[in-house]
């Protein structure tokens, strides 16, 4: 069974940055993709970011430059930089590994049970 645990989250002030990190845990001899998703009240869960096990990524538009996503392979655990964090980033911030090799196979679309990132203006 794959698990996501996410942390990170938390309250900050318009313009602060956070550093949220996803762990992986479980029996895995690789994760495919991992990444960041959020969901603010009252709105669909959206794409932040996602990277694959290569290092390449993927940005929604509107984010990057603000936002960076890494992540360490031998830990399985991703990260997500949030720089100059403005009123509209608040949201639920879900981590997503997708493609987790298992030795009971490869297990597709896990989710984290999300973390809150607040920002005040």
């Known amino acids: 069974q794959v698990q996501l645990v996410e942390s990170g989250g938390g309250l900050v002030q318009a313009g602060g940055s956070l550093r949220l990190s996803c762990a992986a845990s479980g029996v895995i001899f690789s994760v495919s993709v991992m990444g960041w998703y959020r969901q603010a009240p009252g709105k669909q869960r959206e794409l932040v970011a996602t990277i694959t096990s290569g290092g390449s990524t993927d940005y929604t538009h509107s984010l990057k430059g603000r936002f960076t996503i890494s992540r360490d392979n031998a830990k399985n655990t991703v990260y997500l930089q949030m720089n100059s964090l403005k009123p509209e980033d608040t949201a639920v911030y879900y981590c997503?590994?997708?493609?987790?090799?298992?030795?009971?196979?490869?297990?597709?679309?896990?989710w984290g049970q999300g973390t809150q990132v607040t920002v005040s203006s």
């Open positions: 997503n590994a997708d493609r987790v090799a298992t030795p009971l196979g490869i297990r597709y679309d896990n």
